[in-house]
């Protein structure tokens, strides 16, 4: 009798310890993650809260309104688009995981719209002002990414729609670039996207834990399948690029310590559409932009040139 009760206990312990998991790695509220974006970015640059006030401010200087849309499983998805008054070409902009669309594009989002280029910043599925109750890495949020391009293609029919994004966001539009998308829809930037989110998972929990738990991302993955209503273990976006529909800038930071940069590449290697590879010398993730922006913009802007 002992022993049974022993037995239960434990039981209930890894259950518990797997749910915490999937909470910690899914849920919009743990705010725990959130904070350590900030202290990453705050440590690269002391003055980085004035600096991206700044550069908000500067942002806001352009014509902007707020939109809201349902996404298919009718949760409310929330973003700012940024009017430059003077093209028709505009670039819509997915953030990574824990991130926010200020925090990750207010730089960029500034320089195209300098450029003449209308932006539209998102806020992904269980962020910020968007609805949602967790993060399915890719498997939702490529369909969130499908109903913006109608909103927008649908609104501005003779507008060119061109798809940036960044880390969680990249991996969701390379997974969105194999969906039949209006013909609106010219190109797609992946900048420091993920191969395998079930790869990209392990790495995640290592850093979160640091040491490994045999068998837990896969009791994890039955959370997922219950609540997210989500098989990471199907999402494979390597092995779906050869059903990509769109052209491909894809960039990574050679020294990004969160994605590998061998992901990109494998990308790259597995996409059959037009395609183009840009390694940041120097950047860690997600930091391509501020490492090198010359390089980057010059980049963008000249794929986007060849693709419109």
Not at 84 to 112: P, V
Not at 126 to 141: D, V
């Amino acid at each position: 009798m002992i022993v049974l009760w022993i037995l239960i206990i434990l039981l209930g312990l890894a259950l518990c310890i797997v749910y915490i998991d999937f909470r910690i790695t899914a849920s919009r509220n743990y705010s725990w993650i959130d904070h350590q974006s900030d202290h990453v970015l705050k440590r690269e640059n002391k003055n980085y809260t004035h600096e991206l006030n700044q550069i908000m401010e500067n942002l806001f200087c352009y014509p902007y309104e707020e939109i809201e849309i349902k996404a298919k499983d009718q949760i409310t998805l929330h973003g700012y688009l940024f009017l430059s008054g003077q093209s028709k070409q505009t670039i819509l902009c997915f953030h990574g995981y824990r991130f926010n669309c200020f925090k990750e594009y207010a730089h960029l989002a500034k320089s195209l719209l300098d450029q003449s280029f209308n932006v539209l910043l998102v806020d992904m599925r269980a962020h910020q002002k968007s609805g949602g109750r967790y993060i399915t890495f890719g498997n939702k949020e490529q369909d969130d990414i499908s109903c913006w391009i109608e909103y927008m293609a649908d609104r501005f029919p003779d507008y060119q729609l061109y798809l940036h994004g960044t880390s969680m966001g990249a991996s969701s539009v390379l997974l969105c670039s194999t969906h039949h998308l209006p013909i609106q829809v010219k190109a797609a930037v992946a900048d420091c996207g993920y191969s395998s989110i079930w790869d990209i998972l392990t790495l995640l929990h290592h850093k979160i834990f640091h040491f490994h738990v045999p068998g837990l991302l896969y009791l994890s993955n039955l959370c997922f399948r219950i609540f997210a209503h989500t098989d990471l273990r199907q999402l494979d976006i390597a092995s779906q690029l050869k059903d990509a529909k769109l052209p491909v800038l894809f960039i990574h930071g050679s020294q990004d310590r969160l994605v590998p940069v061998k992901m990109s590449k494998m990308n790259f290697q597995a996409c059959t559409s037009d395609k183009q590879l840009l390694i940041i010398e120097g950047a860690d993730h997600g930091r391509s932009f501020k490492t090198n922006p010359d390089l980057y913009l010059h980049t963008l802007l000249d794929f986007i040139s060849h693709h419109h």
